[in-house]
């Protein structure tokens, strides 16, 4: 019994810190949304593609506006490879789940980061001549990114940022790179925190 008081006692001394920190300043401005919108860069065998949108919606939560759990949605466009008989594309969409930190440097410029798990869902698709078929596909990958930005209100910044996912196409082994992509991505982003 004496030892559970205590545990509990010290669980209470070293929680309440935190506790006042949270009454002090409200931490909902924790939560935030982030939409990202640029150009992606596939480089997958001797494919490279530069000219397809990526777009990005992600929602979470920063601990003390510093390091946290995101979740996120990406397009990541579409490369497509076109050869004197016949054309071969892919379509990637990303959930990805993961953890962000933000960090304010000087004044209200900021640098970020994030990295986690994806989980893809690739459209193959290939066509010769006039006919085509297509083929879904859904695999495991990770995503990480980097970024510099501007809170322009305590709420609201704007931020430049490179992310790059790795995704894979088929069922194929470990071994195997002919289904794999590295897709670089560009974009500036809007981050608002409420």
Known sequence: MNKTL??????????????????????????????NLGQSNYRLGGASDKTDVF????????????????????????????????????????????????????????VTGHGGYLRSRTTGAVTVGDVSATQKSWNNGWYAGAGVGYDITRNVSLALNYDNYHVKYDRGSADDLSGKANVATYSASVEVRF
Do not use: C, H
């Open 55 to 110: 777009q990005n919606v992600r929602f979470g939560w920063r601990w003390n506006g510093i390091v946290g759990a995101e979740i996120g949605y990406a397009y990541l466009g579409k490369v497509k490879n076109n050869f004197d008989f016949a054309s071969v594309s892919a379509k990637p969409r990303v959930g990805q789940v993961g953890l962000t930190a933000k960090y304010n440097f000087y004044n209200n410029w900021y």
């Open 6 to 35: 205590m545990a509990a006692a010290l669980a209470v001394v070293a929680v309440a810190p935190f506790a006042a920190k949270a009454d002090e300043a409200s931490q909902l401005d924790n939560f935030f949304v982030a939409g």
